[in-house]
């Protein structure tokens, strides 16, 4: 489980965060959704302490991320995935090493069965045969696949999300999402997926949050999201055409 407690973070005089609190349950595919510029990407970067923030406190599994040493925090690293908006692969590698990076940085397990996981978890993301191939010869969704791949590399308990869908076809965001899903069911991992995309937001979660001026604003189910009179997330749903397809 993690849990946010009273996270503030400003940016000179900006305030980005004000007094967050949350909780992400394990098991639970989060959606934290809001408008672009609301805080919601810094909120990875502080729960992956790639950020501080200027109050308040993160626990993952009962620890408190901001009380330890950057060796411990590897190790908490170590149990999170992240797929970045980008895809963030390594243009002069392979996909090969992009996937395998982490395992011989940080393992001692055989090539060989390195190359077994890979080649098990590109078939999971419908890309097998692309290990030799570099980024630039694949197209943005395939490159948001293997990113995912890689995401899940060192069996996390956790992966996070990073508007996933941005950039991509209608076609090719349904992909995405219906591998969000496949990961929570057959990995078991527990996710956090950003984005300010309804539809994306509606086929991948579990539970969503609405962050807004700084803070959690709604919080709850699907049911609840549908029934909300959160009149700010209200507005943030009008437009958007979900109703009929959820």
């Known amino acids: 489980m993690i849990k946010l407690r009273e996270i503030s973070k400003r940016f000179d005089e900006t305030p980005v965060l004000t007094g967050m609190d949350l909780d992400i349950h394990d098991g639970d595919t989060l959606v934290i959704m809001g408008k672009s510029g609301c805080g919601k990407s810094v909120t990875l970067k502080l729960m992956l302490r790639l950020l501080y923030p200027d109050e308040g406190e993160i626990i993952i599994d009962d620890e408190s991320i901001f009380d330890i040493s950057e060796r411990e925090m590897m190790e908490v690293r170590k149990k999170i995935g992240m797929l970045f908006q980008g895809g963030a692969l390594f243009d002069s590698m392979t996909v090969w090493q992009n996937l395998a990076f982490a395992m011989l940085e940080h393992t001692d397990i055989p090539v060989h069965e390195i190359d ?131």
């Open 116 to 246: 077994e996981l890979i080649r098990d978890l590109l078939q999971f993301v419908d890309m097998n045969g692309s290990q030799g191939k570099f980024p630039s010869e694949l197209s943005g969704g395939m490159q948001k696949r293997v990113a995912l791949a890689r995401a899940l590399i060192m069996t996390p308990d956790y992966v996070f999300f990073d508007e996933p869908t941005t950039g991509l076809d209608p076609v090719t965001a349904g992909m995405i999402n219906k591998l969000i899903v496949r990961t929570r069911e057959e990995y078991g991992v527990t996710s956090v997926v950003v984005t300010h995309d309804i539809v994306s937001a509606l086929s991948v979660g579990t539970k969503f949050a609405f962050l807004n001026e700084g803070r959690i604003s709604f919080y709850g189910n699907r049911t609840d999201l549908r029934e909300t009179d959160n009149p700010a997330l209200r507005e943030f749903l009008k437009d958007a055409s979900w109703q009929d397809r959820y």
